[in-house]
Structures are given as C-alpha cells and as structure tokens.
C-alpha cells in the first residue's frame, strides 16, 4: 500500500495489484449517525442521498451515466462512523471514477427541490423498513441496548427529524464535517498510485483541513425485554449483549466467540436451532463493532409456538459456553473458517479497498493480512471462555421482538 497525506490532512491510500483490469475506488468522510445532534437525526444519510443529485458540472442523471455507460457501478453508504461514496471502473476510467466521486462530495449543488423530493424518497425508505421486521427490529434492538448513546440512533433517522431538514441544515452539516481531516480517498486495483495521487491534490486540496472529531464514551448497555406486537406471520427476534470494540484488546476472541456461536452454517446455533430441530429458517449472530465499543446479537425468526424454545436454547448455548467454553475442535474450525473467509475476500477489489480504508480509519495503518492471520491464530480457549462468561451472564441480556404476541 502506498500512502500520502495532502497538505489539508486529506489521505490517500493506494495498492496496486497488477494482474486485474478493475480499479474499486472509495471516497470516505469519518462522519455518520454518530456525530449528529438530536435535532440532525438522519441528515447523514440524507446527505449522502443528495450527492447523487447533481453538481454544478454535472446532473443527477450525468453523474450515474458517467460511470455505468463505462461499465462501472456506483454507490454509497452511510453508517454510524463513516460515509463512502464508491465505485468499480475499468483500470483506464480511474481518472473519471475520481473526478465524478470528488464532484459528488465538493460540488453538490444541494438544491431546494431536489431536497424535498428526496425527503420524500427516505420517508418511503423509513416506512418501508419499518413494514419489514426482520430488519426493523434490529434498529428497535440497539434504541432499546443503547437508549443513552448516540450509536443507538438509527442511521436513517425519523420522519420528523427528516421532514424538518431545510437546505442550510445539510450545507452546514457538510461544512462541518466533510473536511480534510476527516477524508480518504482510498483505490485498490490495476492503479498508478502517482495517479491517484496528483488526481487528490487537484480534486481534494480545496477541502478545510479541520476534523472536528469527538472521543465518544462508551455505551452503558440496558438489559431488558421489549415484546412489540404486530400482525406478522414469524416472531423476529434478537438476543443481545454488550460487545467489543475495535480497539478492545479481546477483538479476535469476539470474531471466533461469534463464529462458533451464529456465523456460518457450521455454528452451534444453525446447527441446533435449524438443522436439528428445524424451528427456524434464519437464524444467526454478529459482533457490532465502534470505535467506542460494541454489541454482539443473536437474530432470527421463528413462529409463535416455538418462539419459547428457541429463547431456551439460545440461552443454553450461551450458558454453555460461558461456563465450559468451546471444544478444541470448535476454535480450531472457527479459526480456519475465519482465516479462509478473510483470505478469499481479499481477492474482490472492493474488499481490498474497504479493508484498507477501514485500518487507517481505526488504526492510523495498514493492517498486512499476515498480521490479521497470525492474531486469530493466537488466540486460545481460555480468551473466548472467559469473553463468552463476561458478555453471556442471564441478567446482562436484552431481548428484542416483533411478533404476533
């Protein structure tokens, strides 16, 4: 990886890879749901909506022509830490891919029109989320985890908060927090890095070089239990306790505690959940993972008869886990699994770009691949025991569903 830093605090991180003939290309902004005020719920997300509504060079329609009539893809994200805006493009389309991209960002005319009609396309967006339980209750899950902390918001906002915003509130937010401290500019691929870099200095040198990032502290997590009724077919679910960080020292025992328990078809909870007791279709778990800390949950749906014994073996398996931990046979899997999924990955572009993004964002580096190995390798029975006794104890535990109770 090469990597330069221009004069503004803007950073550009390029890794070459000769063999392919795609460049994945993504510009990040270390801003999201995190850094908004109550009053600004949403207005992350909608920002990102409305780069895509054209710049003072180039219409809405223009900007998405000018990748895909090249054969490229174009999107973006928004999460609650960070904001990409990103594209794969043929290796002789890089300078196009980051002059549409740097537009976007730079020169978004924000125009009062295009802003209502896109407030209405996100209140569809909210209603159509919150007529999906299966994705709704996860959002409902970390408000009711984290009532006190900004990361348990929702990305997309509400109806109010969204319905409120006026053209001043996103230039403001923009000239707020899209500065050049906060800024990447990150390309994976058949890419010259002096390119690129050249391509920054004459796109990006104008930003300002403030960052105006805030530490946050970490969520105090609230146990509980929150039945929401609704006249659903399955009851969706998710079990959840406090989590990791990515800066917390046990993070790769929260990866291989997290494979054994829901990641994969090989885990406890597919196993016995699906394959042995056939009580569910999807069932699962993930680690949430903040700068500040973390959240791991078990999801899934299931019917209203056997929604009870779902929940006691869910909570036997944790249980059991806290106190005996995992077999030898079980960590080693996981490790295997996890080294393969990682590896494997790596040969995408776009995942070489977004991994090498998110290290400088959290750590300031590259993280090499060898040293991400050999750190899920080291860990030991003993780690992910005594993760699983911390984080699986019965009253730390918050359920969260959506049912026909």
Request: hydrophobic share 35%; charged share 25%.
């Amino acid at each position: 990886m090469v990597k330069h830093t221009l004069e503004n605090g803007v950073r550009v991180l390029v890794e070459p890879v000769g063999h392919v003939g795609s460049v994945s290309i993504g510009l990040w902004c270390r801003t999201g749901s995190a850094d908004e005020t109550p009053s600004e719920a949403g207005i992350t997300h909608l920002i990102e909506h409305m780069l895509f509504k054209g710049t003072a060079r180039r219409t809405a329609r223009e900007i998405a022509e000018a990748i895909e009539g090249r054969g490229g893809n174009l999107n973006a994200f928004t999460d609650k830490e960070q904001t990409c805006y990103y594209c794969r493009v043929l290796a002789s389309d890089v300078e196009v891919a980051v002059d549409v991209l740097t537009d976007m960002m730079t020169g978004s005319l924000i125009a009062p029109e295009e802003l209502e009609r896109e407030k209405g396309v996100v209140l569809e967006e909210i209603k159509r989320g919150e007529d999906e339980p299966g994705d709704h209750v996860h959002d409902l899950h970390l408000q009711g985890l984290w009532p006190d902390h900004v990361l348990g918001r929702s990305v997309i906002g509400t109806g109010e908060s969204v319905s409120s915003f006026e053209r001043d509130h996103l230039t403001g937010y923009i000239g707020r927090r899209y500065t050049g401290g906060n800024v990447l500019l990150a390309a994976a691929g058949n890419v010259d890095p002096v390119a690129v870099q050249r391509l920054a200095e004459e796109k990006l040198a104008g930003l300002s070089p403030s960052n105006g990032s805030v530490e946050l502290p970490r969520p105090a997590t609230r146990p509980g239990r929150d039945l929401i009724a609704k006249e659903v077919e399955q009851v969706h679910f998710c079990i959840g306790t406090e989590g990791v960080g990515v800066h917390d020292d046990d993070l790769f025992p929260a990866a291989l505690l997290d494979g054994i328990v829901g990641s994969g078809m090989s885990s406890r909870l597919f196993q016995e959940v699906r394959e042995r007791r056939g009580l569910a279709y999807s069932v699962g778990s993930y680690n949430l993972l903040y700068s500040c800390g973390g959240a791991f949950t078990v999801y899934g749906g299931t019917g209203l008869k056997t929604w009870p014994e779902v929940q006691e073996v869910v909570d036997r398996e944790l249980a059991q886990l806290a106190t005996d931990g995992p077999t030898k046979e079980e960590l080693d899997r996981v490790k295997s699994y996890l080294s393969g999924t990682l590896a494997l990955s790596l040969e995408g572009m776009s995942s070489r770009m977004m991994r090498m993004a998110r290290s400088e964002i959290h750590y300031g580096r590259e993280i090499p691949l060898s040293e991400t190995l050999a750190k899920i390798e080291a860990v030991t029975l003993g780690e992910v025991t005594e993760l699983a006794r911390r984080l699986f104890a019965p009253e730390a535990r918050r359920v969260t569903a959506i049912g026909p109770f």
